[in-house]
């Protein structure tokens, strides 16, 4: 077997943040490599380096053992290397044909006829099932991938890199993907693939390369490792961080969610039988990786998604009484007496108006109060200098646009905001996302200090270490459903990892 | 009757090719993601470019040649409409402004220019009277040699200068570039999904750049045919009317297919001109007729709509500047 691509020490920086550190790997001709870690340790950046989408800062990349510098994607395919990226890069009025010679600059005269015989071909080959001149609006998603497949083999690719390709696949059509794989791999293709289900790593590939946090962690071959060894690989020992976690006190269940699904435009199920309860004066942790229900649950009970099944229960510690939150907007929820504060994910979609200063998106949740025809500014101007100073925002004034803020800063103004509302119940999902170190424990002590007021906080977070130290529970959720409910303070780093990776959909064996 | 009918289909046809001409320029426009309001302006500068050009060759030339006094108003036309696809093109693409508001800008711009030069060219070169280039426009208006001799058919049919054949030549031509070849695909790819055909190696910029400033040009032709042709070399400050956003319309009726906005530009030059062979209208009835096309094109607005066939919608990323994501 010969090497097709090696990457050696390379080092990639984002300003101050070193996105890999000093990574090195390799793939032969004929195998599959798998590219393990979990969000945010580096796996696509470092792929992107291969595709020509960024270019490395330190380190050599060599194929067939000459070294080479990849500047653009173009020149990626000249080397014969061809990925298929996460959000299918197609366009969906042309046929799959059209989308396989979009941008060519082939020889001869243009007929799609031609094109169409060869995507024939390939797909006859490999075991693609695919009809060339279906139009990409009328296809499933696993149908756009085996298009995003079949155009970079078209364009002669023998490198293939997919990012996790089977995050959005059944179980059934994961299987004819790796059918494929496996064809592509036996045929002398070098296959690297991204992902984080160890099932699918250890199903499929013949190595595994780890990486945690942007640091190259170690290879080892598939057939000699099992899925505690790699689970420890990827989530690494525990950091002690000293995070304030006092017991909850007098615990009342104030929101019970009840056998909850959702389906996507796409008529994908993203939630699928969700029970669980918060309580308050706890904080209740959501772990999981990126993009396996989270945002839908949370939108959800926020009044913005429409659920297929199931209930949405609140408990007034006003009135006593007991209301149902399914399918009411916010407002509606709003008027029901429900004090719902929620952080998205998405801040300047969703949580705040860029182009609006402090002042005004402080405005933005209590702009219905008062009766005068007049807004009444002075409030919610008390509201924004409080929050600046209080959370030492930085900001020349509170007339500043937030779009002109940092995205530390950004954060800080909306959980400011979202928190004076004194809420019941308070949704924040990754509210520390892109914080420095002070601010992130800036936002913790603002949580718990909501749950010693007995509010019911409920966190979505990323770093294990963190939901360990600060959640009194932690629920782990897989592929949307609930894959495990931890207590926090006797939960493992790899008993939640395993639970995280343990997702239903997607398996090759089932 | 049959004569009646003959005349009116004429008349129709001669009413049809200034909106062909915009329509096909706006369509190889829209097709790059590029929603120009500015094609009335542009087509109005294409006519008062065609007449300026016209004018200082009759003015210097001895004996006027017939290939010059088609060929130099032809190139002032084509250079002048260009140039204001060209502003646009530059101000949307390179500077990313909004393009509604870039396009509505050019378009009392350049209506602006055309009376400014309309009222004034005369008295530049110390002349009065109005505008007549009578020899230019005869040579526009030369029928097909053997027109005569079809009797009514090539009266119907053949009688127009060849400003009104290369008009439906363009379309056909326009149809089968965009349908049938690589350029066609990619630039369709533009239209639809930029991030998609920039990431295909397509050079986005210059495919949207060429695509306005040849579909100005061409939508120029329209302003060209309309003073050497339709007025005979006769230039009357806003005398072009509101054919410009007819051309607008004929490109949302045709469902962005230049093959079918030949068919459209007929029909809507046909109801543009319908109001005048009526006898007896009164001037009420006449200006509720003018109506007609922009209704017709509403109802077809509604019908796509709801029908939601993605075929008949507009390209996805119509009206919208592309940003390459920061690297």
């Not at chain 2, 007025?231 to 072009?240: C, D, E, H, P």
């Not at chain 2, 543009?272 to 009164?282: A, D, E, N």
Request: hydrophobic share 40%; net charge neutral.
């Amino acid at each position: 077997m010969s090497v097709a691509i090696e990457l050696r020490n390379i080092t990639k920086r984002f300003g101050n943040i070193i996105a890999n550190n000093n990574v090195s790997l390799s793939v032969n001709n004929g195998e599959i490599l798998s590219l393990l870690g979990e969000n945010g340790s580096g796996k696509t950046t470092l792929m992107n380096m291969i595709s020509g989408i960024y270019h490395p800062d330190e380190g050599q990349i060599f194929i067939g053992g000459k070294q080479v510098s990849i500047r653009s994607p173009h020149e990626a395919f000249e080397h014969k290397i061809g990925m298929i990226h996460q959000h299918f890069k197609l366009v969906d009025l042309f046929t799959a044909a059209e989308n396989v010679v979009l941008g060519l600059k082939e020889e001869g005269r243009y007929n799609i006829f031609d094109v169409v015989e060869k995507v024939h071909a390939i797909s006859d080959k490999y075991g693609f099932d695919i009809d060339p001149t279906k139009k990409i609006y009328e296809m499933s998603v696993s149908e756009k991938q085996t298009v995003e497949i079949i155009k970079v083999l078209y364009r002669g690719a023998d490198i293939l890199i997919l990012d996790e390709p089977t995050a959005v696949l059944t179980p059934q059509e994961t299987r004819k993907l790796f059918a494929v794989l496996r064809r592509m791999r036996d045929d002398g293709k070098a296959i690297i693939i991204i992902t984080h289900k160890l099932h699918e790593v250890l199903s499929l590939s013949d190595r595994v390369s780890v990486l945690r946090k942007g640091e190259y962690v170690g290879t080892v071959e598939t057939a000699k490792t099992n899925e505690a060894e790699l689970t420890e690989m990827m989530v690494g020992k525990k950091v002690e961080l000293n995070i304030e976690r006092t017991d909850p006190v007098d615990p009342q269940d104030r929101l019970l969610v009840k056998n909850i699904s959702c389906i996507n435009r796409e008529g994908v199920k993203v939630l699928d039988d969700i029970s669980f309860t918060a309580r308050s004066g706890e904080i209740l942790g959501i772990a999981g990786i990126a993009g396996s229900g989270q945002r839908e649950l949370l939108e959800s009970i926020a009044g913005l998604q429409h659920l297929s099944e199931g209930e949405i229960l609140y408990n007034n510690p006003k009135t006593g009484s007991t209301d149902d939150l399914r399918d009411k907007t916010p407002l509606q929820i709003r008027e029901l007496g429900v004090r719902l504060s929620f952080v998205p994910e998405d801040r300047l979609g969703m949580g705040l108006v860029g182009n609006m200063d402090i002042v005004d998106n402080m405005m933005l949740r209590s702009y219905r109060r008062g009766k005068s025809f007049f807004l009444e500014r002075q409030g919610p101007k008390d509201l924004a200098d409080d929050i600046v100073q209080k959370l030492e925002v930085a900001t020349p004034n509170t007339a500043t646009p937030v779009r002109k803020l940092s995205g530390g800063n950004v954060q800080k103004v909306l959980v400011g905001r979202e928190i004076a509302a004194s809420p019941t119940v308070l949704m924040a999902a990754y509210p520390v996302r892109g914080l420095d170190i002070n601010s992130s424990y800036l936002i913790y002590n603002l949580l718990n200090d909501q749950k010693k007021n007995g509010v019911a906080v409920i966190f979505v977070g990323e770093d294990l270490d963190v939901l360990i130290e600060l959640c009194d529970r932690i629920m782990v959720i897989g592929g949307g459903k609930i894959t495990g409910i931890v207590d926090g303070r006797c939960a493992s780093k790899e008993e939640i990892g395993l639970l995280m990776t343990k997702s239903s959909g997607g398996s090759e064996n089932d | 009757m049959i004569n009646t009918i003959a005349s009116f289909i004429s008349a129709a046809i001669i009413q049809s090719i200034p909106l062909l001409y915009g329509a096909t320029g706006e369509i190889i426009t829209e097709k790059s993601g590029n929603l120009n309001l500015g094609i009335p302006g542009i087509m109005y500068v294409g006519g008062i470019s065609g007449i300026i050009g016209g004018y200082i060759y009759e003015r210097m030339a001895v004996e006027p040649s017939a290939f010059l006094c088609i060929i130099i108003p032809l190139l002032s036309t084509l250079i002048g409409s260009g140039l204001m696809a060209l502003i646009y093109s530059f101000l949307t693409i390179t500077l990313r402004a909004n393009q509604n508001v870039t396009g509505l800008a050019l378009t009392t711009f350049g209506i602006g220019i055309g009376n400014f030069f309309g009222g004034s060219l005369l008295k530049l070169f110390g002349e009065s009277g109005s505008i007549s280039l009578l020899t230019t426009g005869n040579y526009y208006k030369t029928k097909l040699p053997f027109a005569d001799d079809l009797g009514l058919f090539g009266e119907t049919f053949l009688s127009f200068g060849f400003l009104a054949y290369l008009a439906i030549a363009v379309a056909i031509v326009s149809s089968i570039i965009l349908n049938r070849t690589r350029t066609g695909l990619n630039l369709r790819a533009v239209g639809e999904n930029p991030a998609t055909a920039d990431a295909a190696g397509i050079n986005v910029t210059k495919y949207k750049y060429l695509a306005t400033v040849i579909g100005g040009a061409i939508s120029g032709l329209g302003g060209l045919y309309f003073v050497m042709d339709y007025t005979a070399g006769a230039w009357t400050n806003n005398g072009f009317g509101d054919r410009g956003w007819l051309a607008v319309a004929i490109v949302i009726f045709a469902l962005w297919k230049p093959s079918s906005a030949i068919f459209s530009s007929f029909l809507f030059g046909g109801l543009y001109i319908i109001c005048v062979k009526i006898p007896g209208l009164s001037g009420a009835a006449k200006e509720l007729i003018k109506m007609l096309p922009y209704l017709v094109t509403i109802i077809v607005l509604v019908f796509t709509s709801a029908r939601k066939k993605r075929e008949h919608q507009p390209p996805a990323h119509l009206g919208m500047s592309y940003f390459r994501e920061d690297r």
